[in-house]
């Protein structure tokens, strides 16, 4: 293992590639879990509702759910059911063969794919290229892969799990007890003033309005934020966040058949935005204030 790590620090090109490799197979599972981990949780809702529900439901109005899993069944063309063999499923290279289509059917598979894969690749080699050879680059690749997960999944479905949001803001504390990106103490106080921060603007927002502005997911986002970055940076994090989402909601309703009032994830925007600040925000922060002071 100390030769594997002394060729990684001493070759860059070598830890580039294998950083980009392994990442393009963290890809292809990651478009796993954002397909099938929302999948997952209806399922288990829905359990949980006729298992409340016994006495009153009838046999009749239960319905029998195969059992779904992140390695079972097996992967398939959603239009023919084909069974997708091992080397139909190489990282990218497979749809670039495939030209995009199922081998059977030749119905279109979703450019999404290996869009996933290539900007998950890509995005770890930024992280590599920052952290360079150290544990705190094994860290933010885990985060950095949280984040496109959860990122897709609010898209699709208006919905931040716990099970990726909790463990990952564990993790940032965890990172940060000897120090590695913050103090602890600024850990600590980050991870309670972001979600209590979006808590009070929600409840302001819904006393004022009689509406929800956000999610409850967000304020666990953002809490997530404060374990990895401190309190320090949350101003200048949800300050991007909110002018990208405004850009984007105001282009969808000049640019799309978007209805005014629909709701627009904002999980996706601050995901972006904490990734941002986790590598350059002290360099932007600094910038800012350098202007308006």
């Given at each position: 293992?100390?030769?594997?790590?002394?060729?990684?620090?001493?070759?860059?090109?070598?830890f580039?590639?294998?950083?980009?490799?392994?990442?393009?197979?963290?890809?292809?599972?990651?478009?796993?879990?954002?397909?099938?981990?929302?999948?997952?949780?209806?399922?288990g809702?829905?359990?949980?509702?006729?298992?409340?529900?016994?006495?009153?439901?009838k046999?009749?109005?239960?319905?029998?759910?195969?059992?779904?899993?992140l390695?079972?069944p097996?992967s398939?063309?959603?239009?023919?059911?084909?069974?997708?063999?091992?080397?139909?499923?190489?990282p990218?290279i497979?749809?670039?063969?495939?030209?995009g289509?199922?081998?059977?059917?030749?119905?279109?598979?979703?450019?999404?794919?290996?869009?996933?894969?290539?900007?998950?690749a890509?995005?770890?080699?930024?992280?590599?290229?920052?952290?360079?050879?150290?544990v705190?680059?094994?860290?933010a690749?885990?985060?950095?892969?949280?984040?496109?997960?959860?990122?897709m999944?609010?898209f699709d479905?208006?919905?931040?799990?716990d099970?990726?949001?909790?463990?990952?803001?564990?993790?940032?504390?965890?990172?940060?007890?000897?120090?590695g990106?913050?103090?602890?103490?600024?850990?600590v106080?980050?991870?309670?003033?972001?979600?209590?921060?979006l808590?009070?603007?929600?409840?302001?927002?819904?006393?004022?309005?009689?509406?929800?502005g956000?999610?409850?997911?967000?304020?666990?986002?953002?809490?997530?934020?404060?374990?990895?970055?401190?309190w320090?940076?949350?101003?200048?994090l949800?300050l991007?966040a909110?002018?990208?989402?405004?850009?984007i909601g105001?282009?969808?309703?000049?640019?799309?058949?978007h209805q005014?009032g629909?709701?627009?994830?904002?999980g996706?925007?601050?995901?972006?935005?904490g990734w941002?600040?986790?590598?350059?925000?002290?360099?932007?922060?600094?910038?800012?204030?350098?202007?308006?002071l």
């Open positions: 293992m100390s030769e594997f790590i002394h060729l990684l620090e001493n070759n860059s090109l070598f580039y590639g294998f950083v980009f490799v392994f990442s393009l197979i963290i890809g292809s599972f990651l478009n796993v879990v954002i397909y099938r981990f929302p999948k997952m949780l209806e399922q809702w829905y359990q949980e509702c006729r298992e409340f529900l016994a006495d009153e439901l046999p009749s109005s239960t319905k029998q759910v195969s059992a779904l899993t390695s079972t097996n398939s063309c959603p239009h023919c059911q084909h069974s997708i063999r091992f080397y139909e499923n190489i990218v497979s749809w670039l063969v495939l030209k289509k199922c081998s059977q059917c030749k119905n279109k598979i979703s450019a999404r794919y290996p869009l996933v894969e290539l900007s998950t890509l995005l770890s080699v930024v992280i590599a290229q920052h952290f360079g050879v150290t705190i680059t094994c860290y690749l885990i985060l950095t892969w949280g984040l496109i997960a959860l990122t999944i609010d479905h208006m919905l931040l799990p099970q990726i949001v909790l463990p990952l803001m564990w993790l940032g504390l965890i990172v940060n007890l000897s120090n990106i913050v103090p602890i103490e600024d850990a106080i980050g991870a309670i003033a972001g979600y209590t921060s808590f009070t603007i929600f409840w302001l927002f819904k006393l004022a309005t009689g509406k929800e956000m999610g409850f997911g967000d304020f666990k986002l953002f809490a997530l934020f404060g374990a990895w970055l401190g320090q940076l949350l101003p200048l949800i991007m909110s002018v990208v989402g405004a850009f105001i282009s969808l309703l000049l640019f799309k058949d005014k629909q709701a627009i994830p904002f996706p925007y601050l995901a972006a935005a941002i600040t986790l590598l350059w925000g002290e360099n932007i922060w600094s910038w800012y204030l350098s202007q308006v």
